[in-house]
């Protein structure tokens, strides 16, 4: 995934790209371990069919939330574009019935999704990451580029002071409701809990209102809230 130069001159950063979010509550009796035993053997099927070769999938548990009662996890799967995004889920609903039908959980929401990167951290992810996710509102007159321009300014002028956190804007396309009052969702990640404390720590000592970018992103017209975290396991 390559940075883009636009027409005055200045860095875009990265192409968008599709997402998908299976949010979901164990069945009676089941755990986690029944369900990262379940997404191995989903991957072992995954790879021999030779239709997921850029699927990434993570599972989700959340961590600091506002109530853990709704879900016990998320399945978040990521594809570079609809083309194979459809082409997967085309697949899985034909031949995956049998791995389907032993699911150790039951979604209560499915969300497709556009995201696009805004900075991506350097290293190998550890055993668990970690990642929050907030709601935003823009302001009137105020656009999703607008921020997103300001956004990939102030993450790359962070990461000349040592800053290594991953950071995400989505948009949700298919599998929401009329109830979630927003106009996007910002998603900031790191590729350990211990990572994302030494990269708070650098926020507040040396970012907040003391960088340019970060006082100009601020300055853009948006509003966000209902931050919640969830750890991080890769399958895929």
Same mark, same amino acid.
Not at 93 to 103: D, I, P, S, T
Not at 161 to 175: A, E, H, I, Q, S
């Given at each position: 995934?390559?940075?883009? !130069?636009?027409?005055?001159?200045?860095?875009?950063?990265? +192409?968008?790209?599709? *997402?998908?979010?299976?949010?979901?509550?164990? &069945?009676?009796?089941?755990?986690?371990?029944?369900?990262?035993?379940? *997404?191995?053997?989903?991957?072992? %099927?995954?790879?021999?069919?030779?239709?997921?070769? =850029?699927? =990434?999938?993570?599972?989700?548990?959340?961590?600091?939330?506002?109530?853990?009662?709704?879900?016990?996890?998320?399945?978040? /799967?990521?594809?570079?574009?609809? #083309?194979?995004?459809?082409?997967?889920?085309?697949?899985?609903?034909?031949? /995956?019935?049998? @791995?389907?039908?032993?699911?150790?959980?039951?979604?209560? &929401?499915?969300?497709?999704?556009?995201?696009?990167?805004?900075?991506?951290?350097?290293?190998?992810?550890?055993?668990?990451?970690?990642?929050?996710?907030?709601?935003?509102?823009?302001?009137? /007159?105020?656009?999703?580029?607008?921020?997103?321009?300001?956004?990939?300014?102030?993450?790359?002028?962070?990461?000349?002071?040592?800053?290594? @956190?991953?950071?995400?804007?989505?948009?949700?396309? #298919?599998? #929401?409701?009329?109830? %979630? =009052?927003?106009?996007?969702?910002? !998603?900031?990640? *790191?590729?350990? &809990?211990?990572?994302?404390? !030494?990269?708070?720590?650098?926020?507040?000592?040396?970012?907040?209102?003391? @960088?340019? +970018?970060?006082?100009?992103? /601020?300055?853009?017209?948006?509003?966000?809230?209902?931050?919640?975290?969830?750890?991080?396991? =890769?399958?895929?």
């Amino acid at each position: 995934m390559g940075v883009n !130069v636009i027409a005055d001159g200045h860095e875009s950063s990265y +192409e968008p790209y599709k *997402a998908e979010y299976y949010v979901g509550k164990l &069945l009676p009796g089941k755990t986690m371990d029944d369900m990262v035993k379940w *997404a191995m053997d989903w991957k072992e %099927w995954a790879d021999e069919s030779g239709m997921y070769e =850029n699927y =990434n999938v993570n599972l989700m548990v959340p961590y600091f939330i506002n109530n853990g009662s709704t879900h016990d996890l998320m399945w978040y /799967g990521r594809y570079p574009n609809s #083309t194979e995004q459809f082409a997967g889920l085309d697949y899985w609903v034909n031949n /995956g019935q049998k @791995l389907a039908a032993k699911l150790p959980l039951k979604n209560n &929401l499915v969300v497709e999704v556009w995201q696009r990167d805004v900075s991506v951290p350097e290293g190998e992810p550890g055993q668990t990451g970690y990642v929050m996710y907030q709601d935003c509102r823009l302001d009137e /007159g105020v656009t999703g580029n607008d921020v997103y321009e300001a956004y990939y300014a102030y993450a790359k002028a962070a990461r000349e002071l040592g800053d290594n @956190l991953g950071r995400k804007m989505m948009w949700p396309v #298919t599998g #929401t409701s009329e109830a %979630w =009052n927003y106009d996007f969702i910002v !998603v900031m990640y *790191a590729n350990s &809990l211990a990572e994302y404390g !030494v990269n708070n720590d650098l926020f507040w000592d040396q970012i907040n209102g003391k @960088l340019e +970018e970060n006082k100009a992103l /601020g300055e853009v017209g948006y509003q966000c809230y209902n931050r919640r975290s969830y750890t991080t396991m =890769n399958i895929k």
